[in-house]
């Protein structure tokens, strides 16, 4: 059974700080896809990672990939208020009725003033 | 990308009841994937759609429950059958354009009493 696992579950961080969210996988798996959920809404695309040690950035958030440890990591520096949201990590298998997604825990992160 | 939008966006059930959710897309999609998020949970793949065949259910669900419909490659539906309150969740359609990403609609939010 493909497993996808983030942690911390959850996080409080202050502004201003630095933090980095684990997601591990059991699958070999070459792509990595990271989204963020804001309360009451859907699921939004932050990265899509390819390739043993991609590394993507985008503002105050920078994701990594190491297909070998199965762990992709995503950096928050500098926290904003703004980046509060739910943070979720997954990753596809092709099967025969097409690619399918598994989705890690999630990392539900505040920011705090 | 892909505009996606589902109907409606939200609902109160009585248990025993059963509730169809609609997923429009903007454009011809041969896969789409509908998706359970239970309270403070991450998203379960529910089962597959694609144009032409039968759906494809993920361990776990059964189409007698959650029977799917995909008349055409731009529309899907899901009806959640005989309601009880543990199906109280958010409905989610998404569909995999590029095999790079999924892109997600809005949800639907279903509250069964």
């Known amino acids: 059974e493909l497993k996808v696992e983030q942690n911390p579950l959850f996080l409080s961080m202050q502004e201003g700080k630095n933090y980095t969210i684990y997601c591990n996988y059991s699958t070999t798996s070459d792509r990595l896809y990271w989204y963020r959920q804001d309360p009451g809404k859907s699921l939004e695309s932050l990265f899509v990672?390819?390739?043993?040690?991609a590394v993507k950035q985008e503002g105050r958030l920078m994701a990594s990939l190491d297909t070998k440890a199965r762990l992709s990591t995503l950096h928050i520096t500098a926290a904003v208020h703004d980046l509060s949201a739910t943070y979720f990590c997954?990753?596809?298998?092709?099967?025969?009725?097409?690619?399918?997604?598994?989705f890690g825990t999630g990392t539900s992160l505040t920011v705090i003033p | 990308s892909a505009v996606i939008s589902q109907k409606p966006s939200r609902d109160i059930c009585q248990r025993g009841t059963s509730l169809t959710i609609q997923c429009q897309v903007d454009?011809?999609?041969?896969?789409m994937f509908w998706y359970r998020q239970q309270p403070g949970q991450s998203l379960t793949l529910i089962a597959t759609?694609?144009?032409?065949?039968?759906?494809?259910?993920e361990s776990g669900f059964v189409i007698d429950k959650f029977p799917i419909s995909r008349p055409n490659l731009t529309f899907s539906t899901l009806t959640v059958s005989n309601m009880s309150p543990e199906d109280s969740s958010i409905y989610l359609c998404s569909v995999d354009l590029s095999a790079l990403t999924q892109y997600f609609g809005p949800g639907t939010r279903l509250l069964v009493l």
């Open positions: 997954a990753v596809d298998r092709w099967v025969n009725t097409g690619n399918q997604f598994y």
């Open positions: 759609a694609n144009q032409g065949s039968e759906a494809t259910y």
């Open positions: 990672l390819l390739s043993n040690g």
């Open positions: 454009s011809q999609v041969t896969m």
